[in-house]
């Protein structure tokens, strides 16, 4: 299947800080990518669909300013955390689609905790 | 909201086969039936998809019921590896993923 790397796979910030984390496509061109949130034992919550070149569509109850999404090429989306606090912790997980892949890859997943 | 029904949980022993279930009622007909797996803080994983015919790989078997309101994905020979959750998603081709709470499938030796 498709390659994505998710960078970083664990991240500590203080609180009030921004935090970004990185989503490659290592060997395709995703031109829509896919941003979930995971509370521990929940299932996967989707956040924002990220579109190469344009601004994300973000889902009811998700905060645009809160969580900035940018997909300024078709191999990197990035989701910034901006002025984390310790509610924001949670595990992130980044997807795209891919016909040549049988539709959808994930990322491994970031684990962000904000003390 | 996701369209998909299974059981929380499921037992299996190792080297038996594991079936797990779901209900997707609602599925209209150009949807296709997806299972991913999520083993403990990992993405999620692709195992297999199908429309309407029953599907098989080298990791599983997808069987749709003849009316596509449900489904069950088998894993012939179970290991302590499958332990995971198992997610059944309908969804239009290249739309988004909605995940429902899945079945968590528990593998003991």
């Known amino acids: 299947g498709a390659v994505v790397s998710q960078h970083p796979s664990r991240v500590i910030c203080k609180s009030g800080t921004s935090v970004k984390i990185e989503c490659r496509s290592l060997d395709f061109q995703a031109t829509t990518m896919f941003w979930y949130r995971q509370f521990p034992k929940r299932s996967l919550m989707l956040m924002a669909t990220?579109?190469?070149?344009?601004?994300?569509?973000?889902e009811q109850g998700v905060e645009k300013d809160k969580f900035l999404i940018n997909h300024a090429s078709l191999t990197l989306s990035t989701l910034t955390v901006t002025s984390a606090h310790p509610e924001d912790g949670s595990f992130y997980i980044c997807?795209?689609?891919?016909?040549?892949?049988?539709?959808?890859?994930f990322g491994s997943g970031t684990r962000l905790t904000v003390v | 909201d996701a369209k998909t029904t299974q059981p929380p949980s499921m037992d299996c022993a190792e080297g038996r086969a594991a079936n797990l279930p779901c209900n997707h009622s609602?599925?209209?007909?150009?949807?296709?039936v997806y299972w991913y797996r999520q083993i403990h803080s990992q993405g999620p994983q692709y195992i297999i998809h199908g429309l309407k015919n029953n599907e098989t790989n080298e990791m599983a078997s997808l069987i749709i019921t003849e009316d596509r309101k449900s489904s069950t994905l088998i894993l012939p020979h179970a290991t302590l590896r499958d332990t995971a959750v198992y997610y059944c998603i309908v969804v239009w081709w290249t739309d988004k993923l909605i995940f429902g709470t899945g079945t968590r499938l528990q593998v003991f030796p």
């Open positions: 990220s579109n190469e070149g344009s601004k994300a569509t973000y």
């Open positions: 997807s795209l689609w891919a016909v040549e892949f049988y539709g959808y890859t």
């Open positions: 609602t599925i209209s007909g150009n949807e296709y």
